[in-house]
C-alpha cells in the first residue's frame, strides 16, 4: 500500500524561527490535506492543497505531485504552533486518506 | 455552521464488552469517515460512508462496524472489545462535491479507555 513518510519527526524551535516539514507519499494521490493536531486531540485542518502553493497567514504549503512531496512552511513560529502536524493524502480512485506519522512541533518562548 | 460533533467524547469500558459511537457531519455533507488514532499505530483508516453505504474498508478486524443513516449522520460499533481497542476515535465528514471533494473536517474524537 500506499507510504506516507514525514520528517523530521521532532523539531525544537525557539520562538520566531522557521521551519519546513516535509511529507512523501510513494503513490500517485488524488487530495492531500494538511492537519495540526492540539493537545486535546482535535485535528484543525492547515491547508487542502492537491496541487500547487497557498498561503495563510504565517503558513504556506507547497505540494508537487508529480514528485510525490508536499512542504509546509512556518514563519516566525509561536509557542502556539507547537504539537503534531500531520499529513493525510487521499489514495487515487478510493474515498479514504492515509496519515503520516506526524512531526511532533515544540516551539520555546 | 456548526462543526462535526461526537458522542460520546470519553468511555469507559471493559473489555469483552461493546460500543456504539456516534457522529454527526457539517450540516449538508454527505460523507462520513472514521479513524482510530492510537500511540503505536499512529491515525489509520476504518471506513467511509456515502448516502448509508460503505465505499470503503481499512484493515480491521469484523469486530468493527458502521452505518450511515439517511441524514448522514454515522454510527460505528465495536464488538468485544479488547484492551487494545483504547484509543482516540475520530470522525470526519466532506462535502464530496466537484470542487472540493475529499477535504476532510475532523470532530474533537472519543476517547475509549478498555479496561
Known amino acids: 500500500g500506499i507510504q506516507v513518510e514525514q520528517s523530521p519527526p521532532d523539531l525544537i524551535l525557539q520562538e520566531g524561527a522557521n521551519s519546513t516539514l516535509r511529507c512523501n507519499f510513494s503513490?500517485?494521490?488524488?487530495?492531500l490535506q494538511w492537519f495540526h493536531q492540539n493537545p486535546w486531540g482535535q485535528l484543525i485542518n492547515l491547508f487542502y492543497?492537491?496541487?500547487g502553493t497557498k498561503q495563510n497567514g504565517r503558513l504556506s504549503a507547497t505540494t508537487v505531485a508529480t514528485e510525490r512531496y508536499s512542504l509546509l512552511y512556518i514563519s516566525s513560529s509561536q509557542t502556539t504552533d507547537s504539537g503534531v502536524y500531520f499529513c493525510?493524502?487521499?489514495?487515487?480512485?478510493?474515498?479514504?486518506?492515509?496519515f503520516g506519522t506526524g512531526t511532533r512541533l515544540k516551539v520555546l518562548a | 455552521k456548526a462543526g462535526v460533533t461526537q458522542t460520546p467524547r470519553y468511555l469507559i469500558k471493559t473489555r469483552g464488552q461493546q460500543v456504539t459511537l456516534s457522529c454527526s457531519p457539517i450540516?449538508?455533507?454527505?460523507?462520513v469517515s472514521w479513524y482510530q488514532q492510537t500511540p503505536g499505530q499512529g491515525l489509520q483508516f476504518l471506513f467511509e460512508?456515502?448516502?448509508?453505504?460503505?465505499?470503503n474498508k481499512g484493515n480491521f478486524p469484523g469486530r468493527f462496524s458502521g452505518r450511515q443513516f439517511s441524514n448522514s449522520r454515522s454510527e460505528m460499533n465495536v464488538s468485544t472489545l479488547e484492551l487494545g481497542d483504547s484509543a482516540l476515535y475520530l470522525c470526519?465528514?466532506?462535502?464530496?462535491?466537484?470542487?472540493?471533494?475529499?477535504?476532510?473536517?475532523f470532530g474533537p474524537g472519543t476517547r475509549l479507555t478498555v479496561t
Open positions: 470526519a465528514s466532506s462535502l464530496d462535491d466537484r470542487e472540493r471533494s475529499y477535504e476532510q473536517y
Open positions: 503513490d500517485s494521490v488524488n487530495n
Open positions: 492543497i492537491p496541487s
Open positions: 493525510a493524502v487521499g489514495i487515487s480512485g478510493t474515498y479514504k486518506y492515509i
Open positions: 450540516s449538508g455533507h454527505r460523507s
Open positions: 460512508y456515502f448516502s448509508e453505504t460503505q465505499r
